[in-house]
């Protein structure tokens, strides 16, 4: 019995291990025909991973060659990592303990934000003397660190001063931070700059808005966008930051969204818009005791009167920088920022009113 068992079970083995020949008598199979099947699929996998290997390399030699061509025929308004990053209150505000360097076709700025997210040095103390709040003018775009108008007025007048301003925003920003981030330095006077660009700015954000009665109500931020991802996946890898290309196609989606037809369409109700929210921070600032000044970048006396008579209402005092067309020697001719001398002659405007 046990005979019997052990013969099939060799049997069995021999008729695993063997198949027909050509003449009917079994013939043994290698072990490498029944590998084969597993070495194809090796086989396969490998050739797929070459091809994928060599599409991503042609895909980085064509960037490579197009970075390249940009930067032998592309004028690029600006090189450099984004100086912001997505806010859930504001949308965007300076990213923070953040250094780079932006590279322009007319200047070079060394920029620098502190540990609370804003531009200049450490605050020494939880306090400040002066606040400002603006856009890129304030935040000192196209200057390096320690030119802009704000610092300029902290050496000059022995004060302590925080600069809130960050490019590319409105003024939808303003009563909130007034009421929030401005309220713990306990300031005793608060600079509002404004821009002939506010009203286009604020209907880009979208923070705050008009209801049928002229009240503002305030909202929240839009999700980050796509390119906004996109960026910030990129930025991961320091380098790209400083691409030619990168720059380029954050150009496009700035002209994208400022050219959109909601913008187009609403310039009254941008300038209507834009009028309410000063006259808004303007209360927040008087409600809290702090001195208040306003005073314009960019602005033609015709863009300035509307926010001009504002102030007169509200009994608070406005300066008006004279404009890039009135006084291009301030201004950096294509970009349209000042220069180093438009923020000392900013400084020289605004320091008799803060000594």
């Known amino acids: 019995m046990l005979a019997s068992s052990a013969f099939a079970r060799r049997e069995t083995t021999a008729r695993f291990f063997t198949r027909s020949g050509h003449d009917g008598m079994p013939a043994r199979t290698s072990i490498r025909e029944y590998q084969e099947p597993s070495l194809t699929l090796v086989f396969i996998k490998t050739r797929w991973l070459m091809r994928a290997a060599m599409l991503a390399g042609g895909g980085v030699i064509g960037l490579c060659g197009t970075e390249l061509l940009v930067r032998a025929f592309v004028t690029v308004r600006d090189v450099g990592p984004a100086l912001t ?17 932006r590279e322009t076709p007319e200047f070079h700025m060394r ?3 502190n540990s609370l997210g804003w531009r200049g040095p450490e605050p020494a103390a939880p306090e400040a003397e002066i606040v400002f709040l603006g856009d890129s003018f304030t935040m000192g775009y196209g200057v390096d660190e320690g030119l802009e108008f704000p610092q300029l007025l ?4 022995g004060k302590s001063v925080v600069n809130m301003g960050v490019g590319g925003t409105g003024n939808g920003r303003w009563p909130l931070i007034l009421r929030g981030d401005a309220g713990s330095f306990e300031p005793e006077t608060v600079v509002l700059q404004l821009c002939s660009n506010d009203p286009e700015d604020d209907m880009t954000e979208g923070l705050a808005s008009l209801d049928p009665r002229g009240e503002i109500v305030h909202h929240l931020p839009s999700p980050p966008s796509a ?42 109700e941008g300038l209507a818009l834009a ?13 809290q005791a702090w001195n208040v000044i306003v005073f314009s970048a960019d ?43 438009g923020h000392r002659r ?9 000594r």
Not at 308 to 329: H, N, Q, T, Y
């Open 85 to 101: 990053e997505y806010d859930p209150v504001f949308g965007q505000r300076l990213k923070r303990n953040f250094r780079c360097v």
């Open 299 to 341: 602005m033609s006396p015709s863009e300035a009167a509307p926010f001009a008579d504002i102030c007169r209402r509200e009994g608070v005092p406005f300066l008006r920088m004279l404009s890039k067309g009135e006084a291009p020697e301030l201004y950096f001719a294509v970009d349209g920022h000042w220069t180093e001398a």
């Open 227 to 268: 390119g906004r991802h996109v960026q910030d996946v990129l930025e991961a890898f320091p380098w790209l930051g400083y691409s030619h290309l990168l720059g380029l196609w954050r150009q496009y989606r700035i002209r994208e969204a400022r050219s959109s037809d909601a913008v187009v369409l609403a310039s009254a």
């Open 154 to 157: 902290a050496n000059a007048l």
């Open 111 to 113: 920029f620098s934000s």
């Open 275 to 287: 009028q309410a929210l000063l006259g808004q921070s303007i209360r927040c600032c008087v409600e």
């Open 346 to 354: 900013a400084a020289e405007l605004l320091a008799p009113l803060l």
